[in-house]
């Protein structure tokens, strides 16, 4: 009888949990056996590593095999154990103690394909987290996930093509390679705000939502830009720093979008106006995934069209918006997915899409009733409203300024906004993040600033939240006109763009 044992780990959320991989070769009628509460796509991988050993020219045991994996109350699926199974039986059958200490004490993922090459898997960089936080020392994994495997210095992460050159690297025969640091030298070329012509409120609407992380709803006829400002506003944000490269990458990571690098920009996700709740929100059958929301996390989430979203899905949005992330709970799994977003949405005036009322096709009731899936109290949490229009529009235009200089101005703000949160103790915040209690009581803006929203306040023109949100929108044009605190100006600006009621935009 003879034991090898390895390491892998199991996806729970965007976490990953150690699992220990054990393989017994004894006597009793040839067979593989995997134990360990595994799901389908690991039970079938008996048949796909022996296969795989077989092809590679080693020699799989021709004895009774059992693979455990643990703990056993886990459950655990997808491919990525694939290799630490192939690992344990190999060095469990083998005879060289020193392949066998080796693998003890390395994590091993990777999807073994028939002819023993290695490919790709999910979940790489929640891995490599968790054995830093377990002290493992050595991880190996494809070829294929080593730019993100590149984002982080610990542990060491070993690269390899096949099973064969894992059992040379094992037996000491030969070095794998290791992944460089990433760096954001070849990352794609956003698309620039100098594409947008005209549209000079809608154009300034989307360079305050970008320098205070404010979430704006814009309303307009077809055509008119909507979806081109929306699709640009990451460009006017900063890189990612370090830590929040890593909390983007690792949602990605769980559901496989950074094959071709980890996330280094603010991601812009964009989904179908027919999505459903689980797609927006995250869950699933088995263990639950990561919805829009979360891969927007640190990005922007955008949401064409919708007036033609159901209300219940869109009054979903409120709890995220308001704590930065979302809570799945199953029988058997209790998920939190981070989502701190930026929230874009975009809608036509009325089903027709006319700009203006005379124009319009639709009955009075269906124009006036057009947006009530939109509730109130997801409408309070919208930080602007603005309005974008077809009528006036330019064709072209020599002087349109282009993302660079705006994106200057937008660190610039974000930065006046940092140091003032920093040295409140609060952290690097943008504006809207700021806890509005703190906000009242130690920043709030000039004496007639305020008078003048507590008049809104008492007349129920706005509510408790909304008067927050306006100081909040008041800051960030305040860091953009670079000076010390919000004045009735700012305010009165602030009010403008989250004051516009639906009907003044259509009208």
Request: hydrophobic letters at 40%.
């Amino acid at each position: 009888m003879a034991l090898g044992r390895t390491i892998s780990t199991a996806q729970l959320g965007v976490q990953a949990k150690i699992v220990r991989v054990e393989a017994n070769v004894g006597p009793g009628l040839p067979g593989t056996y995997i134990v360990g509460l595994a799901d389908t796509a690991i039970s079938e991988s008996r048949d796909r590593i022996k296969t795989a050993v077989q092809n590679s020219g080693l020699m799989w045991p021709k004895t009774k095999v059992i693979i455990n994996l643990s703990p056993a109350s886990m459950r655990k699926q997808g491919s990525q154990c694939d290799l630490a199974m192939t690992v344990a039986v190999l060095v469990a059958h083998g005879s060289n103690p020193k392949a066998k200490f080796h693998a003890q004490n390395t994590l091993f993922l990777g999807e073994v394909a028939l002819d023993g090459t290695l490919l790709p898997v999910t979940g790489v960089l929640p891995a490599l987290l968790a054995a830093k936080e377990e002290g493992i020392g050595k991880i190996v994994i494809p070829e294929g996930n080593a730019q993100e495997a590149g984002l982080v210095e610990d542990p060491s992460v070993f690269l390899a093509h096949s099973i064969d050159q894992v059992l040379r690297w094992l037996d000491g025969e030969e070095a794998l390679p290791q992944p460089g640091l990433f760096n954001d030298e070849n990352s794609l070329k956003l698309p620039d705000m100098r594409d947008v012509v005209g549209q000079p409120e809608a154009r300034f609407a989307a360079e305050v939502a970008a320098a205070g992380g404010h979430h704006m709803l814009m309303i307009g006829p077809p055509g008119s830009g909507k979806s081109m400002i929306a699709e640009r506003i990451p460009s006017l944000l900063p890189e990612l720093s370090p830590q929040q490269m890593i909390e983007a990458t690792a949602v990605h990571s769980v559901v496989g979008r950074t094959f071709s690098g980890p996330v280094s920009r603010a991601p812009f996700i964009s989904p179908h106006h027919n999505v459903s709740k689980a797609a927006l929100l995250g869950g699933g059958s088995g263990s639950p995934l990561p919805g829009a929301i979360s891969l927007a996390h640190h990005g922007v989430l955008f949401l064409d069209e919708v007036s033609e979203i159901p209300a219940s899905i869109l009054d979903s949005l409120r709890t995220p918006l308001e704590y930065g992330s979302i809570r799945i709970i199953r029988s058997r799994h209790d998920v939190t997915f981070p989502a701190q977003f930026q929230l874009i949405l975009a809608a036509n005036p009325c089903r027709c899409g006319a700009e203006q009322p005379q124009e319009c096709v639709c009955s009075g009731s269906a124009r006036a009733t057009y947006l009530n899936n939109l509730s109130g109290p997801l409408r309070d949490r919208l930080d602007m409203v603005v309005a974008t229009h077809s009528k006036g529009a330019v064709l072209r235009s020599d002087d349109v300024e282009a993302s660079a200089p705006i994106a200057d101005r937008v660190a610039q703000a974000r930065e006046r906004a940092a140091f003032r949160w920093r040295r409140s103790g609060l952290g690097n915040l943008v504006n809207a993040h700021v806890d509005p209690h703190f906000l009242r009581r130690n920043f709030a803006a000039t004496e007639d600033a305020m008078v003048y929203l507590g008049a809104f306040l008492a007349e129920g023109t706005i509510s408790q939240r909304g008067c927050d949100r306006a100081i909040k929108l008041g800051w960030t044009l305040c860091d953009l006109d670079g000076e010390q605190q919000p004045n009735l100006d700012h305010i009165a600006r602030a009010m403008e763009l989250r004051g516009t009621t639906y009907s003044e935009v259509a009208a």
